[in-house]
Nanobody, 123 residues
Framework: QVQLVESGGGLVQAGGSLGLSCAAS????????MAWFRQAPGKEREFVAA????????DYADSVKGRFTIFRDNVKKTVYLQMSTVKPEDTAVYYC????????????????WGQGTQVTVSS
C-alpha cells in the first residue's frame, strides 16, 4: 500500500518556473515507478512524465519535453516535477501516481494516486 501526497502547486506567470513534490508512504518506494499526470477542466487526464524506481529511466510527453524534469529521492521517498518555461496550456490539476510496473504512460496501469495539486499559469 502506498499513499501519495502532492504539494507545490500554485499560480505562476507564463515563462516562469514551479516545482511540485509528491511524498510517498511505505517502505518499498524504490520498487515503484512514479509518474505525473495532469487534467485540465473538460479534458481527459494526460501523461506528463514518468521515472523508473531506480531513477535511471525517464519518459516525457512531447508537450513538456525540454521544459519539465522528473526526478526522485528514494531516501526521502519523494518524486519531484520541476516545471520551467511554463505556458498557459500547462494549467491543470497535477497528480502523481505509483505502480510496480513501468514507467508507463497509460494512467489505467497505475494503482496509487495522490489527491492532486492545482497549477495555474497566467498569461
Amino acid at each position: 500500500q502506498v499513499q501519495l501526497v502532492e504539494s507545490g502547486g500554485g499560480l505562476v506567470q507564463a515563462g516562469g518556473s514551479l516545482g511540485l513534490s509528491c511524498a510517498a508512504s511505505g517502505r518499498t518506494f524504490s520498487r515503484y515507478a512514479m509518474a505525473w499526470f495532469r487534467q485540465a477542466p473538460g479534458k481527459e487526464r494526460e501523461f506528463v512524465a514518468a521515472i523508473s524506481g531506480s531513477g535511471r529511466s525517464t519518459d516525457y510527453a512531447d508537450s513538456v519535453k525540454g521544459r519539465f524534469t522528473i526526478f526522485r529521492d528514494n531516501v526521502k521517498k519523494t518524486v519531484y516535477l520541476q516545471m520551467s518555461t511554463v505556458k498557459p496550456e500547462d494549467t491543470a490539476v497535477y497528480y502523481c501516481a505509483a505502480d510496480l510496473s513501468g514507467p508507463l504512460r497509460d494512467p489505467t496501469k497505475y494503482d496509487y494516486w495522490g489527491q492532486g495539486t492545482q497549477v495555474t499559469v497566467s498569461s
